[in-house]
């Protein structure tokens, strides 16, 4: 299995401009989550779905961010505008829910610089 | 709620030397734990869970974990580091399908 799968792995854009981050989860996960890791608040999770729906976005932290899952096998997450505090490494991770200790598998990251 | 708290920020041990990573959690019953490394911008990787059983768990690259519920601890111990283990350790916990995360512990290995 290839594991998760995110692209780009970097991103660098300018302040304003629409960022599109992409995530292809492992086949037969059945969850998606979507973090984002800073230096000041760490690894936080900012949305997650079950069966493509969206369950909690509490973590999204302004009306700039949404989240999409049209498939079993792909969700973005979306920035518009960008705003350099944005700049993060933001990292996808799927789980099963028949896995009874609930681990969760994460891609690589894609590191995002707004300038 | 559910938290975890892990005290040490950063630790350097010697290559060979012994290792242990400090993690205590806040939760009412058996919580579910992880522990996690992040290889410098890389991913993160699990290293071993646990959840039920055997307080004594074994993970890969040689690390092992053990829960005390005396002590509300999970800690994470190796017999001998090598310079590859240099990377950020963070202890998690979880409800259902939702991960809550210690700071992390920077681990520096000198030769």
């Known amino acids: 299995d290839a594991g998760v799968i995110q692209s780009p792995r970097h991103e660098v854009t300018e302040m304003g401009q629409e960022v599109t981050l992409r995530c292809k989860p492992i086949s037969g996960h059945d969850y998606l989550f979507w973090y984002r890791q800073t230096m000041m608040r760490g690894l936080e999770l900012l949305i997650y779905f079950n069966n493509n729906v969206p369950i909690d976005d509490s973590g999204m932290p302004e009306d700039r961010f949404s989240a999409k899952m049209p498939n079993a096998s792909f969700s973005t997450l979306k920035i518009q505008p960008s705003e350099p505090r944005d700049s993060a490494v933001y990292f996808c991770?799927?789980?099963?829910?028949?896995?009874?200790?609930?681990?969760?598998?994460f891609g690589p990251g894609t590191r995002l610089t707004v300038l | 709620a559910q938290s975890v708290t892990q005290p040490d920020i950063h630790i350097t041990v010697s290559e060979g030397a012994s290792l242990e990573l400090r993690c205590n959690y806040s939760y009412g019953a058996t919580p579910y734990l992880f522990w996690y490394v992040q290889s410098p911008g890389q991913g993160l990787q699990l290293l071993l869970k646990y959840f039920s059983g055997d307080t004594l768990v074994q993970g890969i690259k040689g690390f092992e974990a053990e829960f005390k519920r005396s002590q509300s601890s999970f800690n994470l111990r190796k017999p001998s580091v090598h310079w590859s283990d240099a990377a950020e350790y963070f202890c998690v916990t979880g409800g259902y399908n939702k991960l809550i995360f210690g700071a992390g512990t920077r681990l520096a290995v000198h030769p």
């Open positions: 991770a799927s789980s099963f829910a028949g896995n009874p200790s609930n681990e969760q598998f």
